[in-house]
């Protein structure tokens, strides 16, 4: 017998060792496989829930968008001119002639007074906001530095 055999026999793990070993590393492994899976299973929950909690609000938003152009075409059609005018008919309005009509004039008051939103063409252009270093480009920016570099390098003053 050798040496080699000797150590190898003299250090040989007991057969009890060896399947508590197997059955540790396998129990790590089981622990781990399954600490994956809930991670998996949660988030596909959450992911799902969500997904149906979308689903649902984009529902909602459609029946109230739809509620909203219904209320739009009612209040439209109430307030067109043709209805206006079977309403005051029904209520027993009658045309004004020129005859009947009399203004009230009331001293220093002057009408109302156009407010322009728009400016009017030519007026000056709002100023840029982009300063002038973002306005050049990159092969232009290296050409400019390469000729500092090179003027700094003989001597000569811009």
């Known amino acids: 017998m050798t040496i080699k055999n000797r150590l190898k026999q003299a250090y040989k793990q007991a057969p009890w060792r060896l399947h508590t070993q197997k059955g540790v590393l396998f129990l790590i492994a089981a622990i781990l496989g399954a600490s994956i899976l809930w991670i998996m299973v949660t988030v596909s929950v959450e992911a799902s829930s969500a997904g149906l909690e979308i689903q649902y609000l984009n529902r909602l938003r459609d029946e109230y968008e739809r509620g909203n152009a219904s209320k739009v075409t009612e209040i439209a059609r109430l307030s067109s001119a043709a209805r206006l005018a079977e309403r005051a008919k029904e209520l027993g309005f009658v045309r004004a002639t020129s005859s009947q009509i009399s203004y009230v004039y009331v001293d220093g008051y002057t009408g109302r007074i156009a407010k322009i939103t728009a400016q009017p063409p030519g007026a000056d252009l709002p100023p840029v906001l982009i300063r002038p270093e973002y306005t050049v480009?990159?092969?232009?920016?290296?050409?400019?530095?390469?000729?500092?570099?090179n003027e700094q390098s003989l001597g000569v003053s811009p």
Do not use: P
């Open 137 to 149: 480009s990159l092969s232009e920016w290296l050409m400019k530095e390469i000729v500092k570099l």
